[in-house]
């Protein structure tokens, strides 16, 4: 099962809606958890990223940006990746429609791995964060933004 069985971000009315948004229309600048995110982010510089949930590819191009040697972005959404690559395309980066659980985390891989405002969609958190722990390599780090499930 991906992150949403009826995905609603690819929704036209849902996405028509999400895309008025000032993280859609601004970017990392109109994120509200982008001042304090951005606190905690590892150096990008040689690094291989792979951002989970990557949406319209703001965090993928910000890693491309910061001197990531290759990015990854994953996102269950059509109408994302679509955005994602008309927005924030650049020659490391690379979009996959895939949803999380699906996703086949090959072993000992990524230095870093980005979820912004994804995880909360998924059932099995345990799964995929054992996921990632063997999709990281030596040294590599997990940084990610959830909503409280309340």
Known sequence: MGILKNNEYDNPEFFRQYAGMPRSRQGLSGAGEWNQFKEI?????????????????????????????????????????????RRNSHKVIQYQLCSLEDYEYPENCWDVVISNLALHYIKNLDRIFRNIHKTLKTDGVFVFNIEHPV
């Open 41 to 85: 982010l590892p150096e990008f510089a040689e690094k291989s990223v792979l951002d989970l949930g990557c949406g319209y590819g703001w965090h993928c191009k910000y890693a491309a940006a910061q001197g990531a040697r290759n990015v990854l972005g994953l996102d269950l959404s059509a109408k994302m990746l679509e955005e994602a690559a």
